[in-house]
């Protein structure tokens, strides 16, 4: 049985950085030979993976439960119901992902990244637990927890790294 991967969410307010940090993180992780996978919380809206009038679109438009399609490079299965982050986690686990990073979810319990873009985001880190440490485009003043500035990708990247391997 393959070793569990490491779980590290990214978490902030909306417009905080989350995506594009992610963007940035991941070639770096996959280019140091960490299999990465990916998973995003939509909070509260509807996401449209596929496309109206394409095949897939259409058969969950006719009332499919669940939609697979497959070809030579990956495949999508969309499910017409939510998901828990721990079965996504365990799905991903299985797929063979080394690492998992997690955009969102704040109230889950995986050790977190918090994004701080302004000064007053840092009410976030009174409610959200577990976290390991602060992304941010300026000064913080929790001063017990790692900090990095958000353009310091490498320094990021080596604090992850070194949590895959805790």
């Not at 995506?19 to 070639?27: E, G, S, Y």
């Not at 509260?44 to 058969?59: I, N, V």
């Not at 985001?121 to 958000?150: A, C, M, N, Y």
């Amino acid at each position: 049985m393959a070793a569990k991967p490491c779980v590290v969410q990214l978490v902030g307010y909306s417009n905080s950085g989350k995506t594009t940090l992610l963007t940035k993180l991941i070639p770096l992780l996959e280019q140091a030979g960490v299999r990465v996978g990916v998973i995003k919380h939509d909070g509260g809206h509807d996401f449209e993976w596929d496309q109206p009038g394409k095949d897939t679109w259409r058969y969950r438009e006719a009332g499919a439960s669940l939609v697979a399609i497959t070809s030579q490079t990956k495949t999508a299965i969309i499910e017409q119901r939510p998901t828990s982050l721990s079965v996504l986690v365990e799905r991903l686990a299985q797929a063979g992902a080394d690492l998992i990073l997690v955009e969102g979810f704040k109230r889950e319990s995986y050790p977190k990244l918090v994004l701080l873009r302004k000064p007053e985001d840092q009410e976030l880190l009174d409610f959200v637990t577990h976290v390991r440490g602060i992304v941010s485009w300026g000064e913080v003043v929790e001063k017990d927890l790692p900090q990095f500035d958000v353009n310091d990708i490498d320094a990021i990247v080596s604090f992850i790294r070194a949590s895959i391997s805790k």
